[in-house]
């Protein structure tokens, strides 16, 4: 508990957003090929890792996803959301279990699992659902056309009008492209951090690089950023955050298990059981980000 009193929360509020940002698109990132390295990986510079974000070719992926956070916020006991909670808005605190399937960037499903229940996030087209087992309640909400964004121009944004706390999922549910998120973090590298890549690693039993970013300017609280690579599909596997002076992470999230086939399109069809209250949420307009 000591050690958690020394980290400012506050100073972490920026770096967490970048990280969090990289981290949601790769955990639903999607990855089509079961191959696994065997060996020793050929080398590698980082450039080349970077630029090997944008030519992945993902389209399906599910899995086991572990969280944990120590931002210096106190820790909650369980039924309050610390560890063990189902409440989307205390994954900035304790640790936590989801699991992530994807078909494609209009398909996709984040499950968190808590220790009395789950909280979902679904999306399968247009459809969006949340869902909580805990308060027997799911949210419901139709998007407009998102066919419309010209290339290049990313995510067409969140809709508006949306609870507080279901945007910034939403968020990172909306169309994202591997292309986007390497330019999200082309866009951190330079001109204000390094980067090198410190060797082979292994996340849920694949082959990985380990791509060490680290900050230049010597008033940052940030160590590094540790994010590992699979060799083979080119796809974030595991992020942390590593603050000055302490050698375990203070953001840690990652796959523990994956499979690498195209889930069914039946987990995406989401249907609330009787007797669930549902909202309606209204047809919202998009804003642009």
Known sequence: MAALTRRPAVRWLVPLGVVCAIALIAAMTAVIRAATSG???????????????????????????????????PALPSGLGGDGSA??????????????????????????????????????????????????????LRLPSVGAA??????????????????????S???????QAAAEILA????TTSVRNAGAVTVAGR???????????TASLVANIRLDIDATEHVPLRLRVFAKGFATPAFDI???????????????????PPGATVTQVPAPSLKKQ
């Open 188 to 191: 951190a590298l330079s001109p």
């Open 254 to 272: 990652g796959f523990t298990k994956v499979s690498f086939d195209r889930p069914d399109a039946s987990v995406f069809r989401f249907s609330p």
């Open 173 to 179: 549910l909306l169309p994202a492209t591997p292309q």
């Open 150 to 171: 010209t290339p290049g121009s990313g995510s067409p944004g969140v809709p508006q009008g949306l609870p507080s706390n279901l945007a910034p999922l939403l968020s």
């Open 39 to 73: 060996g020793p990986l050929p080398a590698r510079s980082a450039t080349t890792l970077v630029a090997d974000l944008a030519t992945t070719n993902v389209t399906g992926i599910s899995g086991t996803v572990a969280e944990r956070a120590e931002l210096g916020l």
């Open 87 to 140: 409440d989307w808005t205390h994954l900035i605190s304790g640790s936590h279990t989801l699991r992530v399937w994807s078909a494609g960037p209009t398909m996709s499903r984040v499950a968190l699992l808590g220790s009395l229940g789950e909280s979902d996030i679904v999306r399968n087209g247009a459809d969006v659902w949340t869902w909580s087992s805990a308060d027997n309640a799911a949210t419901h």
């Open 207 to 217: 082959s990985a690089y380990e791509l060490v970013i680290a900050p230049r300017d």
